[in-house]
């Protein structure tokens, strides 16, 4: 099969595949021409649906086989639950869980009928459409490069290899195709950072994925990437104290996107913390569990992602993204516990674990990218504490900020996509915790409050400059399996931050 899953969009009237889907809403039954279908069937489905119980409720399915006087052998009907109570999150969720259904048995081709009773409005319908498209698309990823021998049944990572087509009936497929195009945009974000993620660390080091975001100069990006002696001149010994233990040179890329018309324009800015791999330095991590370490730079991928979305739907805003790629491995040249480095900024920092390492490299592109850009707002991203998964669990990042406007919109836009963050405090009293009697500060903070401590080590990095640092460490990475998301690596972030661009930020560029 194709690498990707081919979305297409035809109209209501044309012929189904031979696997099909309905959506059926809750307490109002079939649509127009579900009823068309259930009247040829000589009323099967209707029939069907009453002897499974089944009324519309979201999350529930039913199947009918060879239904009579039907195009299709299979058809399904998708509980779409009550329209008016429907966000764009969960369109997308039930475009997941159709196509889920849809490929459960061997077939190239599929059909979603994308038309619920309910729902009014050209535009309405059009949107809802393009949301279940992008479902599907979400949820049909899979990991397989590495696989050389691929089971006919799929591999538990999406849907099986057979399903090479979806597509969406609906009721304007041009306006439908239009709205998609944005979210395709998206779809190719996410699918990058999962599949950077998915990496292993010996196929993707820093200057591999140097290289790789410097290839999305073709959707328009303008990369630049700083080598080790670049990042020597600009004194950035935090970060290079990080990597300096592999063989493997570091590296710093920026990306920028140019959208806004103003050429004046102050960007919005974007941190991603990229430890290809993370085995804790010369305070080694245990074993068990350590290959997970691949996907430490789970906050890198995310801005790499958002970067080439902003680009491919050319959103009208000036956006910079930067990530700092590392790997920190124990050696005879490695950093030590006790070592004390000078960043950018000129304040010092001891090392008392080389496990903290996260932070150590936000702190210098963080201070590089205020120098440099001057920009309207940063949020970071990292896999930065096991300590936050302790808070929250896999169901939401931590979020820290220094500004409630920017905090706000970040809960607002988490609460739109479904990738939620839950604010966490910052206050001087926990400040104190990381005050060293050696350095101007220390990188851990002792054994409680671990995301808290490090958020206040980051925050010793940001000026004025609105800031929020998401720790990702939970979401990013061996997350919660979900509708639109089966794999290891989630891609979590891209819709979120894409979301705060387009709700909060785009219209004021125009």
């Not at 059926?24 to 489905?45: D, H, P, T, Y």
């Not at 068990?288 to 730079?297: T, V």
């Not at 980051?458 to 089966?486: C, E, K, Y």
Request: some cysteine.
């Amino acid at each position: 099969m194709a690498d990707r899953l081919e979305i297409v969009f035809a109209p209501l009237s044309a012929h189904w595949s031979a696997a099909a889907a309905l959506l059926v809403a809750q307490g109002l039954g079939l649509a127009g021409s579900a009823k068309e279908a259930n009247q040829r069937s000589g009323g099967a489905i209707e029939r069907a649906a009453a002897a499974g119980d089944f009324t519309g409720k979201a999350k529930t399915t039913i199947e009918l086989l060879a239904p009579p006087k039907l195009d299709c052998s299979r058809l399904i009907l998708v509980g779409a639950g009550k329209p008016d109570e429907l966000k764009d999150s969960d369109w997308i969720n039930i475009g997941g869980q159709a196509l889920v259904q849809l490929a459960g048995r061997k077939g190239e081709a599929a059909s979603l009928v994308a038309e619920v009773a309910g729902v009014t409005g050209a535009k309405a319908a059009a949107e809802i459409a393009a949301d279940l498209a992008l479902g599907a698309l979400l949820r049909s990823y899979r990991f397989r490069k590495y696989l050389t021998k691929q089971a006919a049944n799929g591999d538990g990572e999406g849907a099986p290899s057979t399903l090479a087509r979806l597509t969406i009936h609906c009721a304007d497929p041009a306006a439908a195709e239009s709205a998609f195009e944005r979210r395709r945009a998206l779809a190719n974000g996410i699918f990058l950072a999962r599949d950077l993620v998915n990496e292993p660390a010996n196929v993707l080091g820093p200057v591999e994925f140097a290289e790789r975001a410097a290839a999305l100069s073709r959707a328009g990006l303008e990369v630049e990437v700083l080598d080790v002696d670049a990042m020597q001149a600009l004194k950035m010994a935090a970060l290079l104290g990080v990597g300096q233990g592999s063989v493997r040179p570091s590296r710093l890329v920026v990306m920028q996107w140019h959208g806004a018309k103003s050429k004046r324009a102050r960007p919005l800015c974007f941190v991603g913390k990229g430890v290809v791999f993370d085995t804790g330095g010369i305070s080694i991590k245990p074993a068990a569990g350590m290959e997970d370490m691949k996907g430490d730079m789970g906050g890198a991928a995310c801005v790499t992602g958002l970067m080439l979305a902003l680009a491919e739907r050319k959103a009208p805003v000036h956006a910079v993204g930067l990530i700092g790629l590392v790997e920190n491995m124990p050696s005879g040249n490695a950093q030590r516990p006790g070592d004390i480095v000078t960043s950018m900024s000129g304040q010092t920092i001891e090392v008392l674990n080389t496990d903290a390492e996260g932070r150590l490299v936000l702190a210098d592109v963080l201070w590089y990218a205020q120098e440099r850009f001057k920009p309207r707002f940063i949020v970071d991203l990292a896999t930065l504490t096991g300590a936050i998964m302790v808070a929250l669990g896999k169901e939401y990042a931590g979020l820290f900020s220094n500004d409630d406007k920017l905090a706000a919109d970040l809960f607002e836009a988490g609460e739109a996509t479904g990738e939620k963050v839950w604010r966490m405090p910052l206050a001087k009293a926990y400040d104190k915790l990381i005050d060293s009697k050696n350095a101007d500060m220390k990188n851990i903070g002792g054994r409680f409050g671990g995301a808290i401590t490090a958020a206040q080590f980051i925050q010793r990095f940001i000026r004025s400059t609105p800031w929020a640092h998401l720790d990702v460490a939970g979401v990013a990475m061996d997350s919660n399996r979900n509708d639109i998301s089966q794999g290891w690596a989630s891609g979590w972030g891209v819709r979120l931050l894409d979301r705060l661009v387009a709700d909060k930020y785009e219209r004021g560029e125009k």
